[in-house]
């Protein structure tokens, strides 16, 4: 792998890893005031987020599609909705 892609891939798991980290403080102090459910796993909530996002972009990309794009995310609101206490 050339120095160009390897600084590219370093730069893309940095940003999942401060995506990650964002989301999952998020979560964890809605969790703290009452807003999200004690049982939820805040890392695993918010991996699910990211994944879904991303392939959502993707899925996107590929099919030319953006209502599929917002299907997606309103489905995913639906679900992040039911962590609510």
Do not use: Y
Not at 17 to 36: C, D, H, P, S
Not at 40 to 61: N, P, Q, Y
Not at 63 to 72: F, V, Y
């Amino acid at each position: 792998m050339g120095d160009t892609h390897r600084d590219l891939a370093q730069a893309a798991h940095r940003f999942f890893i401060e995506w990650n980290g964002l989301l999952k403080r998020l979560f964890e102090e809605a969790k703290k005031v009452g807003k999200l459910r004690p049982d939820v796993d805040c890392e695993a909530v918010s991996r699910l987020i990211m994944s879904t996002v991303e392939g959502a972009i993707l899925i996107c990309k590929a099919s030319k599609d953006q209502e599929s794009l917002t299907k997606t995310i309103d489905t995913l609101k639906s679900v992040i909705k039911g962590f609510r206490v």
